[in-house]
């Protein structure tokens, strides 16, 4: 299932609580693929400060986006020994603060970032969603969304970018399936 002769770079995008993460955990068992995380290293550490800190907007978009860019170069390494799946990329970064600030920020593609081969857009019914967030607990950034009641805004960009979109409402290892299907027609 390799494009082009190399290994595939696959970004699930979407909402918090709409399965992305247990799809990517699914969907790199299946592959036997790295599963890669954002922020990760030092930024996933520091994270949950720098939002409870609560910057500006424009400062926190540029600590994700330094975040990401790191993804980037590490993302790019791991390609030499396999697919990489990763949960959440660009997009979230960009589409959330977007929505959230006044500033004109970078388009995503003109960032000198590793480009996915494949973005899926990972959604569900709102009452699946909210189930799943109250399971699981919200984060400071979960809580924030929903007081700001900015979701809908959120699937409104991330669609502008037109991924490939799925449903997750069923069982996740049947939206694994779909997206390996998918993957192989291509």
């Known amino acids: 299932m ?10 699930l995008e979407g909402l918090s609580g709409s399965g992305k993460s247990t799809v990517a955990k699914l969907l790199a068992k299946k592959l036997h693929a790295k599963l890669y995380k954002t922020p990760s290293g030092a930024f996933g550490k520091v994270r949950e400060a720098v939002d409870l800190s609560n910057p500006s907007t424009l400062a926190r978009f540029y600590f994700y986006l330094a975040g990401i860019m790191q993804a980037s170069e590490e993302i790019k390494g791991a390609l030499l ?10 997009l979230t970064t960009f589409c ?4 959230l600030t006044t500033h ?7 960032l000198p970032l ?15 969603r909210l189930t799943r967030l109250r399971k699981r607990g919200l984060s400071f950034n ?13 699937l409104k960009e991330y669609r502008r970018f037109r991924p490939i979109e799925i449903s997750n409402d069923l069982d996740p290892k049947t939206t ?6 998918i993957l ?3």
């Open 2 to 11: 390799k494009k082009r002769g190399r290994n595939l770079f696959i970004v």
């Open 81 to 90: 020994k396999s697919h990489v799946i990763c949960d959440r990329y660009v």
């Open 96 to 99: 959330y603060h977007k929505i």
């Open 104 to 110: 004109a920020l970078p388009s995503p593609n003109s």
């Open 114 to 128: 590793t480009k996915p081969d494949f973005t899926f857009l990972i959604t569900c019914k709102e009452r699946n």
């Open 142 to 154: 979960d809580k924030r969304e929903r007081s700001l009641h900015v979701e809908k805004s959120f």
């Open 176 to 181: 694994v399936e779909k997206i390996v299907g």
């Open 184 to 186: 192989e027609k291509r």
